[in-house]
Structures are given as C-alpha cells and as structure tokens.
C-alpha cells in the first residue's frame, strides 16, 4: 500500500508541473546556493506566487541518453550513497521518462526517490515560474544545485509529512524532477535537502560522476 500511494504522488506532482504554461520575461538571478532552511514550511499555507522569469542555464548538459534510459540518471554508488537501492525501477509518468528507487518504510529510513525528465514543457525552468506566476503552488523557492538554476515547488505543502520536489534545469528547454517522499527516520520533518541531494547525484551522474 505504502508504495501504491508513493506512485500516486509521484505523478500528481509531475501533472502540476505539467499543468504550467510558458511565460516570457528576462532572466532574473537565483540564490547561490542550495538552502534547506529556507525550505521548511510555512505557517500560512497561503498559495506562493512569483514574479521573476526563470535563469538560464549556464552549461546545459546532454540528456539524450537518458532520456532513453531514465534509472542511468543516477549511478548506482551514488544511489546507494543516499541510501537507495543500488538499481531503480522504471516509472514513466505518462509519455515522460522516469525512473523510481524505493525503500520500504519498514527499513530504518523509509523512502524513495523518483527522476522525471519534463519533456512536455518545451520551455524548461521558464514554464515552471509561469505556474508560480499563476499561483499554482503552495510553495515556490527558486535555489541552485550544482551551478544549475532549480526550484523547489508543489501544488501541495507536504514537506511536514516526508515530501518534497525539485525541479532543476539541465538546459533551457528541459527540466528534470526529484521528487522525495520519507516515510520514517529523522529527516521526514525536512525532506527539501534530501531532495537537493538527489538532484545533485543526478547532476554528477550525467555529467560523468561516480
């Protein structure tokens, strides 16, 4: 059942990002780093709207391989580095490829980490901010992971309970998600840096990492 309901997640999390539509607008900076305080919930619940158009992507990197194969985004030292299963499960969330590494909530740190590439949003980053302009999102924050320009969103605050998404430009038009849901351990209060660390192991791996 646990799993059921982390699959369910996940493609809910890829339809809202989905859902967003291309914006114009000149690039605005990010902040220089990632910050796991800052995403920590709120208290208001109130929806998060911005203003600011996405940042470009200043050394896009060569996804073509895998898009063909999605669970090569992470190599299996650094899934097991985050404490993943040293090989995932396909999971594509509709025509978009994806790739899924699940641990049991039976384990001392239940968790998984799902890789969506966003190949329906021609615009990357930029079609993410228009959503945010829209108001879409309950949480919004623009940060960066490994020199490339990211955000933290959902269409839903659930960080409290264990979830979180990042989306990362890995170019201009493309957009890659890491959605982390933690079901057990010390780090469900606060799952945004997990999360950043799962998209910099992805970043690492495609950029030729171990």
């Given at each position: 059942?646990?799993r059921?309901r982390?699959?369910?997640?996940?493609m809910?999390?890829v339809?809202?990002?989905?859902a967003?539509?291309?914006?114009?607008?000149?690039a605005?900076?990010a902040p220089?780093?990632?910050?796991?305080?800052?995403?920590r919930?709120t208290s208001?619940?109130?929806?998060?709207?911005?203003?600011q158009?996405?940042p470009r992507?200043?050394?896009?990197?060569?996804?073509?391989?895998?898009?063909a194969?999605?669970?090569?985004?992470?190599?299996?030292e650094?899934a097991?580095?985050l404490?993943?299963?040293?090989a995932?499960?396909?999971?594509?969330?509709?025509?978009?490829?994806?790739c899924?590494?699940?641990?049991p909530?039976t384990s001392?740190?239940?968790m998984s980490?799902?890789?969506?590439?966003?190949t329906m949003?021609k615009n990357?980053?930029?079609d993410?901010?228009?959503g945010?302009?829209?108001g879409?999102?309950?949480?919004?924050?623009?940060?960066?992971?490994?020199g490339h320009?990211?955000?933290?969103?959902?269409i839903?605050?659930?960080?409290?309970?264990?979830?979180?998404s990042?989306a990362?430009?890995?170019t201009?038009?493309?957009?890659a998600?890491?959605?982390?849901?933690i079901?057990?351990?010390?780090?469900?209060?606060?799952?945004?840096?997990v999360?950043?660390r799962?998209a910099?192991?992805?970043?690492a791996?495609?950029?030729?990492g171990?």
């Amino acid at each position: 059942m646990g799993r059921v309901r982390h699959l369910a997640g996940t493609m809910v999390a890829v339809a809202a990002i989905v859902a967003s539509c291309t914006t114009n607008g000149s690039a605005q900076p990010a902040p220089d780093t990632a910050s796991p305080q800052a995403s920590r919930p709120t208290s208001s619940g109130a929806t998060t709207s911005v203003r600011q158009s996405a940042p470009r992507v200043p050394n896009p990197i060569e996804s073509a391989s895998y898009l063909a194969d999605p669970c090569r985004a992470l190599s299996v030292e650094r899934a097991t580095a985050l404490g993943l299963p040293a090989a995932g499960k396909r999971l594509d969330a509709g025509s978009m490829p994806g790739c899924d590494w699940y641990v049991p909530p039976t384990s001392p740190v239940g968790m998984s980490v799902g890789i969506t590439f966003i190949t329906m949003n021609k615009n990357g980053l930029e079609d993410i901010y228009s959503g945010g302009q829209k108001g879409r999102y309950r949480y919004f924050e623009p940060t960066v992971v490994a020199g490339h320009p990211a955000v933290f969103s959902g269409i839903a605050d659930l960080r409290l309970q264990g979830d979180c998404s990042i989306a990362v430009g890995l170019t201009d038009q493309l957009v890659a998600t890491a959605k982390v849901q933690i079901s057990n351990g010390s780090e469900k209060g606060n799952p945004c840096p997990v999360a950043a660390r799962a998209a910099e192991a992805m970043i690492a791996t495609m950029r030729g990492g171990s």
